[in-house]
DNA sequence: ATTTACCCGACTATTTTAGTAGGTTATTCC
DNA sequence: GGAATAACCTACTAAAATAGTCGGGTAAAT
């Protein structure tokens, strides 16, 4: 089972798309700007988003990233597979040779374990996410925030400059 | 989230103490020949065991270990608990300091997720695994195997002697 | 032409995992 | 009493994964 900061990311910068996805390509140095994840790890991860066609790109001025479809149809289970290996709770990926090529004691535990967290994550849509009443509140907070970020850079500049 | 082979091992060290508890203490060298795990690595996850009161040692020939409590009364959420920090799926371990000391955006998501894992690990216990068929098959076919070994041992023991 | 922003590969510090090594202490059997 | 057994304890370590950084590309818009 591996889920970390890696799959949370992940999860975290699809919602932030699918949050701001009425307004044009989103791009990832604004996701970096709200979520405070660093720009090249967002590139590495959408790399791997884009492989698995969860993401599509638009390049040049203005560009950025789109979900590939529609938030309904975006479930977190998928997104997490996409970075990690995936969501399972056994050694051995499901093959039953966790022992020396042997199934070991454990193995059907960790099997429905692994059936449970899928099924859990699964069921669970971007726009399900976007739905959320706490969800909504951080998001506006971070609104907020990177609007003052925005002003902050625009006056540092015109100090620089 | 971190469910890895710590935590795995120490599940199955323990169904295994489980299978064995009505033959008086269990050695971890047995739980070693027949789970395949260091006897190293065990002494290090049955210190933590032992401190979470899930177990109870016996010192000296023919000691070992013992459940604390009925087989009933421990479960698998437990056990993980005892030798990971925790089956916690968020990244600030519950305190909503997930994005430079404010909530991050996917924090209530995996607060849910911890949920579903724990409740569902927490449903099994140890006597339910010793219960299930797929368990005592694999159970019998070790205990076949390390009587093997220890034929073994005991031959190799009387050609070095 | 220049800027924007995606794209790509290689490199790296840190942390965790999984395991080793080498000892000490308590208990039992001879 | 002494040898054997097995828990107990601390420190060390190789390998892997994580969470990045760095430095350059390439495509598209103004």
Redesign the interface.
């Known amino acids: 089972?591996?889920?970390?900061?890696k799959g949370?990311y992940a999860?975290?910068a699809m919602?932030?798309l699918a949050l701001h996805s009425d307004q044009g390509p989103v791009s990832l140095s604004d996701i970096s700007n709200r979520?405070?994840i660093s720009l090249s790890y967002l590139e590495q991860l959408f790399s791997k988003l884009r492989k698995s066609v969860l993401v599509t790109s638009v390049r040049g001025p203005g560009g950025g990233y789109r979900l590939s479809r529609l938030k309904e149809d975006i479930f977190?289970a998928q997104i997490v597979d996409a970075v990690n290996e995936s969501v399972d709770?056994t050694?051995c990926s499901g093959r039953s040779d966790c022992?020396?090529g042997?199934?070991?004691?454990?193995?059907?535990?960790?099997c429905d374990?692994s059936d449970?967290?899928h099924d859990?994550?699964n069921q669970?849509s971007l726009a399900q996410?976007v739905a959320?009443e706490?969800?909504r509140q951080?998001?506006e907070?971070?609104s907020i925030e990177s609007q003052q970020t925005c002003v902050d850079d625009k006056i540092n500049a015109a100090i620089i400059g």
């Open positions: 089972m591996r889920l970390t900061t949370r999860v975290t919602l932030d979520q405070g977190v709770a050694g022992q020396g042997t199934t070991c004691l454990t193995h059907y535990l960790w374990l449970q967290i859990f994550l669970i996410l959320r706490d969800v951080v998001a907070r971070q």
